[in-house]
């Protein structure tokens, strides 16, 4: 086994150890969203209160919701190109997710400059099969 090889099992794992680390991310706002579930619901109603729980409530709701998607998204992607990069397949989705990575500071930068750097040599590049076609 390469050198090369080494360092893309190795990028593979981190790809890996980087989306655990997101996962956990994506739960940060899950307080929110709980928070704005009682609000809609009505748990913090107070019938002489005119302040309008239900709105906030929404509002909360809907970004924790989006927060919790997007980074569920990107651990998944994130996966997915740790997968592609062990099996060699996939090169330009594994440069892109590399990319993404790099504004998940400081680990996803890291990982992303590395797998950069490791992706960018002619000899990784020809160890990648080309994408099935239609």
């Known amino acids: 086994m390469s050198q090369e090889d080494d360092h893309l099992q190795m ?4 790809h890996n150890v980087v989306a ?8 940060f706002p899950t307080v929110h969203l709980v ?3 009682c609000m809609v619901s ?6 002489k209160e005119e302040f309008p729980f ?3 409530g929404w509002i909360l709701i809907f970004f924790a919701s989006l927060w919790i998607v997007v980074w569920l998204a990107f651990s998944s992607a994130l996966v997915a190109a740790g997968r592609c990069l062990r099996r060699r397949r996939r090169y330009q989705f594994c440069l892109v997710m590399a990319g993404l990575a790099c504004a998940f500071m400081p680990f996803g930068t890291a990982l992303g400059v590395f797998t950069i750097i490791t992706l960018s ?14």
Do not use: N
């Open 11 to 14: 990028l593979a794992v981190f």
């Open 20 to 27: 655990g680390l997101a996962l956990l991310v994506a739960l």
């Open 35 to 37: 928070v704005g579930l």
């Open 42 to 47: 009505g748990y913090f109603t107070d019938p």
């Open 54 to 56: 239900a709105l906030v």
């Open 121 to 134: 040599k002619e000899s990784v590049k020809a160890q990648f099969q080309p994408a099935p076609g239609p």
